[in-house]
């Protein structure tokens, strides 16, 4: 049974049709018409197409946030061990790259960055700053504990996860080699718990 209300399913039309077309390449009543509605019904909801492109940069923000644990609330969930670090690190690498909403919105916002500042900023900060802070906690908190090597925590964390973050769109531009892509992941994460565990 479908329980979005209308707002919901236009967004989620424009999410799908920028996704695919990019901005420029969709109008509003195609928008509409991926919606099931007729064209100027979609103007009760919306001012116009940037309203709804406005909206739907609010929106994924907000489910980024509720899918994704934040750097303040990493504290209660932790990896004491590098094993936990590799299992927490692949479930939230399987969640992103098999999550609908946030693969067509990585992909829209790969498209968007050269035409719209805030998508340009928006995918530096998805792609790049909030992955080195959340991951730079961790690195620091599996030093402290002599899980790890005593080595700057960013640079490790930086390490770690831009590999990741390559497959991560390897995957998105050829979805048959994500197999082949999340064994290059794992291969990744072992060698880095082999690399920078602590000798005591």
């Known amino acids: 049974m479908d329980t979005m209300t209308t707002k919901e399913r236009i967004l ?4 799908f049709l920028f996704a695919e077309k990019g901005y420029e390449g969709v109008g509003v009543d195609q928008i509409a018409e991926k919606a099931g509605l007729r064209g100027p019904s979609l103007y009760n909801h919306f001012k116009g197409k940037e309203d709804i492109f406005n909206s739907l940069v609010d929106t994924m923000t907000e489910y980024y946030e509720k899918n994704f644990v934040s750097s303040k609330e990493m504290e209660k969930v932790m990896p004491s061990s590098l094993q936990e670090l590799v299992t927490m690190s692949m479930q939230k690498i399987a969640f992103t790259v098999h999550d609908t909403k946030i ?6 916002l790969a498209m968007e960055q050269y035409r719209n500042d805030t998508m340009r900023a928006m995918t530096t900060q998805y792609h790049l700053s ?8 961790i690195m620091k908190a599996l030093i402290d504990q002599k899980v790890l090597k005593k080595l700057d925590p960013r640079l490790l964390a930086f390490e770690f996860t ?3 973050s390559m497959m991560i769109h390897w995957i998105d531009r050829e979805p048959d080699k994500e197999h082949e892509a999340m064994k290059w992941i794992e291969e990744h994460m072992k060698h880095f718990a082999q690399e920078y565990a602590f000798e005591s």
């Open 162 to 164: 831009m590999p990741v």
């Open 130 to 137: 909030i992955l080195l802070d959340l991951y730079t906690g």
């Open 12 to 15: 989620e039309s424009a999410l």
């Open 103 to 108: 693969q067509a919105f990585r992909r829209m």
